[in-house]
């Protein structure tokens, strides 16, 4: 993810900026009635992503957003067919023991959540892919977070690598020694390589206390070139654009009828 | 020129009262200005002696003496004496901690609290000479082991250190970049850093050292000349080391020629000079040179001496002459002065700083009857 | 060619689709029986040709022939070659799978599912092989890095494989320590293994090896004897390689009409012998004396009257023999050739040998009586 993210052509902006405007949108995408504010914040996230990633959306993204589409799909689904039993419904039936009832206000109601869902997403993609994790540390300690717990993130996420790498290793010594012939082996194998990667990470954190103060560590990790501070804009920006979408989803209530433009298809 | 860095006077550590000692009693000095080879079998407690010097370990008894004083361990004091002393570890990814190349090069340095300038100009700097600046906004985990040996040995430089320590840096690097970082180590010394190495390249290290400190199963065994050390076989063996190839070489030769096994050669041009005994010797041609002006010298000079085998010596020349085409690429000086022993002429291209080594070596070969005239070219 | 073991034939690989290629069109073969060396620098795609040799990578394209035979991935494919072609890991702790060194060493072989005897026999039988039988249930958290090594190695040997592949078995051992493993390997080759191995150590590997194969940016740039391709000065700087030292001032000295250029020495005594002055009748006897694990040394070398000379010791029979006598030995590393020193200077030596290892213990005076450098006796008792 981080490789992704230092790649970012955003990876210069303000990191607390980026996610002020995310969260604004995100609040914003949630709390109007309209579910055509929804749509515009998914079409921004959409966008910001794009230009983040410099229009090549590396497959690893695309996959995320497809399963958070595929979740949605099934939550959204669940909740379209479990309408109010006194409204008319717009479809009725029993599939083994469950019963469906669907009324226009809750075929309606799944959209605009399954919409809300997929901009949420796609915005929070957008922040973590164009933040590395060191930046997103340096905001957390500008919003003065408890600083232990800012550099027990960086440090975790720098061994998770060399974890990963050393587990990597470790099942291929293993295929060397024969060690997946047979699902029992390989489980035993499996067993093997964690055991031998937790005990290299308690050696690695043995030894990289003294390497630590080696290097003169004196308990935050300083950043060589900081990301860019928060500048005024950034809230004027995110605020106002939440607020011009707030007022615009008042106004925009009812634009969109999901269950009208569904009819002619299903013959509703 | 020498003066007392470290003295360590009756130091012992263990890590807990219930194991035995790593370090049993030590009592050493690191003089300044020397090459210093720190020897030993695994186990021996060489990586303990240098996390002492460094202060990350404080002896349970003795004491260690920096520039005459007991080694202050307050964090301030804790500070000022790890702005002196850098450390590079065997294993970089035991002192690699963030995620860019560059951002890991600054680690230090930032931490010492310089400003911004000065640590980008300190980075531009060890990137450069670790030849690595093209990776400089790379993530580490896209890098190779030797590729990561190189950001931490940057991350050392960076520190501008007093005193380098650098525990096994030829370990892992191919043929080609140990040299580079032998170059780098005299280049240091050449600048008045202290350089001390531990290595098990036995070969290596005897060409380098002026100094051999021994260590054996925590205690110091021996301190001093390393041809002295050698002289007894049975002490070697017993510290989990070997004889140097050379050192056995001349022992075996000028034993069965009826020769004095003094002088010691140490490299390889040594050795041919002392036992090949050449009626006629080559000149080695010096052209000191910086980076910038490399290229244009390089082909102005090699218009005179048409045919001649040339070497590079040095970082930055290496660098500037990339494109040309150089016989000796690393290990130069051995290369040129080995070709003087067989009598013919060499052009040695290198950073002005080495200069000294250069002259240095020639004298050295001199004590081999080998009087190799270095002659600067105009 | 009925002589290569293992054959690659244009192979290409790389870790990802559109990641660069690690290995580019490779065509290297492997000599069945011979110590090869494997050299290039660092990046140059040595791990990864170890990978494809024992097929855990599948090459994108190319093909891998093993005994002239396609390799198949099918998975009893893969389950053959494994057993036929084991990698010594550089790194000891990233193959330690089991918390006993007894557990350890079964680890292969249980997985080959072999019978509870034969796992047995193999165990002890490769905790002889590194001299580790002492540690057979010493916990491997314990053991030193030297240690680790040697179980590792014992790992691999209990799935007694027909090619043994060391990628850098030496890196992070001190020198005794890399003697040591460099004769285990000597060892195996003795027994029929064919051992490959990569090493930056340039001395080490021209004393050691057979034949080299060099790689540069994922291709084979040299395969054969040492010798030509050192010759070839530019090709050795470009492959990030160095020339070793006792080729560098053979050539020197021959330069200089000492000695002529060939035959090549790879070993210091050679060089030594080539370039001192003395023409030598004078040569001490080297007694090569075989030794079981078994033999009473003290008692075998006071009958052939061999006391008080100097003692060099070569393969695991004669350690194992030795340390039940706890008699002090001169030469503890590098048996053979420090034995041969001695008799440079005009002494006589004694070197305990393995049975195995004595061709190989006797061949090493062959390039001083073969050469017309001297004769050195050697005596097989």
Known sequence: MDELAYSSRMVDWAPLGKLLLVMCLLIVGLITESIVVPMITFVIGILLMAYSTNMKIPLILSL?????????????????????????????????????????????????????????????????SSTPIPHLAQAFRSLHFPSEITELIVLIYRYAFLLLERFLVMIDAAQCRLGYNGSLTAMRSYGGAMAGTFIFSMEMAEKSEAALACRNYNGYFPIYRPPRKMSVMWPIVAIGSAVVLYVFGLYSVGWIDMQQIFAPLFGW | MMTELFRLEDVTFAHNPNVPPVMDGFSLTIEGGRRTAVLGANGAGKTTLFYTLTGVHRPQKGQVLYNGSPIDYTREGLRDLRSDVAVVLQNPDEQIFCSLVEEDVAFG???????????????????????????????????????????????????????????????????????????LAEKLRLNGVTVLISTHDIDLVYRWADVSDVLNKGKIEFTGDADEFYSDPERVYDCGLLIPSVYGMNKDVSAVNGMDASPYPHSCSEFTAKFGRPSEVGTVYCVPVEEAEAADRYDSVMKDMRGMCTGVYGPDVRYALRERDVEFRFDAVDACFLKAVEGKDTVLFYDPIYDVSVKEQAKRLGAFGADIRTEAVR | MSDSLLRTEKVTFSYSRKGAKVLDEMDIDIPVGKKTAILGSNGAGKSTLFSVLNALNKPASGKVYYKDAPMSYSHSGKIRMRSEVSILFQNPNEMMFKPYVEQDVAYGPEN?????????????????????????KSPIMKLSYGQRKRVTLAGVLAMRPSVLIMDEPTAGLDPQMAYEVMEIAEQLNSSGVTVIMSSHDTDLVYSWADEIRVLNSSKCVYSGIPEPFYEDYQLVQKAGLLMPSVYRMNRTFANLGKCELEPYPHTQSQLSVKISDRCATDFGVMNVVKVDKDTDIPALLASEGLEGLPIGIYGMSARTAR????????????????????????????LLCDPIMVDKAVSSADFINGNGYGKIDVRTV
């Open chain 3, 112 to 136: 080959m599912k072999l019978p509870k005897e034969e796992v047995e026999e193999r165990v002890q039988e490769a905790l002889f092989a590194v001299g580790m039988e002492a540690y057979r």
């Open chain 1, 64 to 128: 995320a957003i497809g399963e958070a589409i595929l979740i949605m799909i099934i939550g959204s689904g669940m909740i379209s067919i479990m309408g109010d039993p006194n409204e008319p419904a717009l479809w009725e039936g029993q599939i083994l023991w469950f019963k469906i009832h669907m009324t226009a206000t809750s075929f309606n109601k799944a959209w605009i959540i399954f919409i809300r869902a997929i901009a949420g997403v796609t915005l929070m993609l957008s922040f973590a």
């Open chain 3, 323 to 350: 340390n039940k006598t706890e008699m002090s030995v001169d030469f503890m590393y590098n048996g053979p050739e420090n034995c041969i020193r001695k008799c440079l200077s005009g002494e006589d030596s004694v």
């Open chain 2, 109 to 183: 340095p930032l931490n010492l609290g310089i400003d911004r300038d000065e640590v980008e100009a300190r980075v531009e700097k060890a990137l450069r000479d670790m030849r690595i600046s093209e990776y400089a906004r790379r993530p580490l985990q896209q890098l190779s082991g030797g590729q990561r040996k190189r950001v931490a040995i940057a991350g050392a430089l960076a520190m501008q250190p007093k005193i380098m320590i650098m525990d096994e840096p030829t370990a892992g690097l191919d043929p080609q970049a140990s040299m580079e970082v032998m170059e």
